[in-house]
Nanobody
């Protein structure tokens, strides 16, 4: 089993930045795809970004392209989501997730991930 713990959420003004971290324990995630999803109140969980096992490939939702960057440090068993130019519509609970499947179009689907963190709140408001 692998446990995922997110951190780094908080409140920020529009245009600000936050860096989320997802620390894994229980086993190495170095061979797994890691993803970030978010869920706003009353909405379905939606894909944000995913990264291949070695960090060589990434996928992003159109809504965050050019503003968010996903990365990973396999030596630390951790992945990150750098969020810049934040907008009020980015407000949500952000979840990290781990998938044993290789990076593909299906990496944007909730069902591709077998392990999830508990989530961290991001609020963008003036």
């Amino acid at each position: 089993q692998v446990q995922l713990v997110e951190s780094g959420g908080g409140s920020v003004q529009p245009g600000g930045s936050l860096r989320l971290s997802c620390a894994a324990s229980g086993r190495s995630i170095s061979s797994w795809v890691m993803g970030w999803f978010r869920q706003a109140p009353g909405k379905e969980r939606e894909f944000v970004a995913a990264i291949s096992w070695n960090g060589g490939s990434t996928n992003y939702a159109n809504s965050v392209k050019g503003r968010f960057t996903i990365s990973r440090d396999n030596a630390k068993n951790t992945d990150y989501l750098q969020m810049n130019s934040l907008k009020p519509e980015d407000t949500a609970v952000y979840y990290c997730a781990a998938s044993i499947w290789r990076l593909s179009r299906k990496s944007s689907e909730v069902g591709s991930y077998g392990y999830w963190g508990q989530g961290t709140q991001v609020t963008v408001s003036s």
